[in-house]
């Protein structure tokens, strides 16, 4: 107990690294993923070839290989200092790798929950759409994904959950979030393992509360709409 | 387009509004439609009627271009239907469509409904926009109904609201597929109404339906298809009382007994 309570501001340091990996790798996660989802069931044949590799590679993929793919290839495309600060927090060249990474799989399973949430969308949505001239973007953007957002919030929160889980992988490439920072504390203080363990796990277990309070929210929020 | 432009290309055509010439199309094996020839003259109210599967839908989507032909052109006030792309999506503006199954916009009002395309495609203002939608919706008598969902409508009102939001793109020639085959039975009348209105105000229309009410009041003509192929048109009264094929004859006959 003293061990959490002695080294809190380092457990402390550790959930703030997870929970940006997790914003950040969340944003730009359902970014590119909406993008490749709009691949996928884009008219246009190469598109959609396009999005269907990009999930087959990222999806089939272990994430520990996609982060060492990250870690040892994008330095070496020149991108050495993608170190960045956002007020008193500096982020470290690894964190945003690491964190494109996280991104780049986790946007694969963002694509293919909204083109599930797409298709559950009756094609007559998009066929109104464009009989009053709407194009394929037009459409898509007003009419048939506001719609698939709403079917899609269940399958988005698991994701996000995933990827809260998945952020404590990027401890073994040496970035201090609460993974790494909990293998580091039970090494130093091994009579207090399990008080660590618990401890660490318990800020996991508010993260996901927190995430699944959102999506809950959320969908209420919009199934009111209907 | 700008409306004069608009204007101005529709003064300048003076032939029919709507022309097939030797159109078909093939689902796979199956001959959709075959060799279809057709004209609609502007103001000119077309009732398409046939046995389910003869291809009245693909025709109308044809026309829209929802679906592609195979075979023959199709022309919209002396232009082809464009291929794709930003000349398609204005086509797609100035024809509009009823769909049996409404196909309102879920996440929208009733308002917005109509409001969506006049401002996102047409451009608009806000303003400008819920001016004419209100104005329509109230033609078509659902302008208390504004701010509800469709959810929340009947089925007749629902499709009444459609129509408002087709006439809100200022089409020059308005498709009803079975407008009024998914309603029940005392919600057929209020959209036929509508419809009817509509006739006599001028508009172009192309209307697939069994209602012989309507295509009796307000048709110029009927178009009888059948396994593809146009087989009969004729005035309404002569289609009715008269047809010439057997297979009209005995479509009529099925549909007279119910
Ligand atoms: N997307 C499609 N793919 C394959 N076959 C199709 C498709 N759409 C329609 N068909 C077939 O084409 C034929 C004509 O269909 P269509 O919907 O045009 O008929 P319809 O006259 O409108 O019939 P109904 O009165 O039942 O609405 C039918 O046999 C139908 O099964
Ligand atoms: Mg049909």
Known sequence: MDTLIQEFPQIRNGFYTTVWLLLFSGLISTVIGTVLASFRVSPVASLRALGTGYVNTFRNTPLVLVLALAISVI??????????????RDFTTFFTVAMLGLSFYTAAFVCEA???GVNSVSAGQAEAARS????????????????AFRAVIPPLTSIYIALAKNTSVVAIFGVPEAAYVMRKLSNQFTSDLWAIF???ALGYVVIVMVISAIGTLLERKLAVAA | MTAAARESSTASSTGPLVVLDHVNKWFGDLHVLQDINMAINRGEVVVVIGPSGSGKSTLCRAINRLETINDGSIMLDGQPLPQEGKQLANLRAEVGMVFQSFNLFAHKTILENVTLGPIKVRKLSKKDADELAQRLLDRVGVAHQANK????????????VAIARALAMEPKVMLFDEPTSALDP??????LD???D??????????????????????DRVVFMSDGQIVEENTPDEFFTNPRSDRAKDFLGKILKH
């Open chain 1, 75 to 88: 330095p070496t495309l020149g991108f050495n200092n993608l170190g960045f600060s956002i007020g008193i």
């Open chain 1, 114 to 116: 909204i083109r599930s």
């Open chain 1, 132 to 147: 009053v001239g709407m194009g394929f973007g037009q459409s898509l953007r007003l009419v048939v994904l506001p719609q």
């Open chain 1, 198 to 200: 618990i401890g660490i």
């Open chain 2, 149 to 160: 969902y469709p959810a929340q409508l009947s089925g007749g009102q629902q499709q009444r």
């Open chain 2, 186 to 191: 005392e919600m057929i009348k209020e959209v």
């Open chain 2, 194 to 196: 509508v419809m009817v």
């Open chain 2, 198 to 219: 509509l006739a006599k105000g001028g508009m172009t229309m192309i209307v697939v339906t069994h209602e012989m009410g309507f295509a009796r009041t307000a048709a």
